[in-house]
């Protein structure tokens, strides 16, 4: 089975996405290529897909969707390049809830259907944002798990079902976990982190701008 990785971030190397691929193939005996949307040429990419038996996207979510660079890829796409391959999907973001993820799988699934590929499903992990900054004690559950997935994924051409489900944890977040949440962002504590952001990139008076607005 020859597949090939796609890194669906317009960070390329140095993002998040990056850091799962690299896990996920990591017990991975098989050869797999990875290619870099932002390093390549949507028309070339499109085409390369021809030599594989398998294709896994990798991405983040950003503004609820796919990055820029990755729709404008998937338009280069058409039945004569994907027929009768698989494709399935690892998606990361920052959103603390599995369901969040739910709106792009959807597409994803009827993406297949519309290429004729078959759908090995969606990877999902919420929460993934500071994946680059954590200490390997905190990354450690994780990491292994990619790996594992990785290993069910060459044994058996398929998405493992289990680790799906636990990774997409938690789901919604309900109860007293929500009304703690929902403390930290009234007392502004949630602030401090993104503020400094703001700061560091000279953005904090701009906070409120509206530059689509209309008024
Ligand atoms: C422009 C932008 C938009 C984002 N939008 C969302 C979003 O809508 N929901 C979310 O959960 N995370 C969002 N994020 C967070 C990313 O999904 C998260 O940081 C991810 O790990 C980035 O992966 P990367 O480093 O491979 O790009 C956004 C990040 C950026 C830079």
Redesign the pocket.
């Known amino acids: 089975m020859k597949t090939l990785i796609i890194?669906g971030?317009?960070?390329g190397k140095?993002?998040?996405?990056?850091?799962?691929i690299q896990n996920f193939i990591k017990d991975i005996k098989e050869e797999v290529v990875i290619k870099r949307i932002i390093e390549e040429d949507n028309e070339v990419l499109a085409n390369l897909i021809k030599d594989f038996d398998s294709i896994i996207i990798a991405?983040?979510?950003?503004?609820?969707?796919m990055?820029g660079c990755l729709m404008r890829f998937i338009e280069h796409l058409n039945r004569e390049i994907t027929n009768n391959k698989s494709i399935g999907f690892i998606l990361?973001?920052?959103?603390p809830e599995g369901f969040?993820g739910e709106y792009i799988e959807r597409y994803f699934e009827s993406l297949a259907e519309e290429l004729n590929m078959k759908f090995l499903g969606t990877l999902v992990k919420?929460e993934?944002?500071?994946?680059?900054t954590m200490p390997s004690f905190l990354t450690k559950k994780l990491f292994n798990k990619l790996k594992e997935f990785g290993r069910v994924y060459e044994e058996s051409s398929c998405f493992d079902k289990q680790i799906i489900n636990d990774l997409k944890k938690p789901y919604k977040i309900v109860g007293l976990k929500l009304k703690l949440v929902r403390l930290i962002k009234k007392i502004g504590l949630m602030d401090i982190f993104w503020n400094k952001f703001l700061r560091n990139n000279n953005a904090f008076d701009k906070r409120f701008d509206r530059p689509f607005s209309a008024e």
Not at 14 to 20: A, P, R, S
Not at 59 to 65: A, F, I
Not at 128 to 132: D, E, Q, S, V
């Open positions: 890194n971030s317009p960070k140095k993002g998040n996405t990056e850091i799962f991405l983040p979510l950003y503004v609820h969707g990055p990361q973001y920052g959103f969040q919420p993934a944002a500071a994946i680059y």
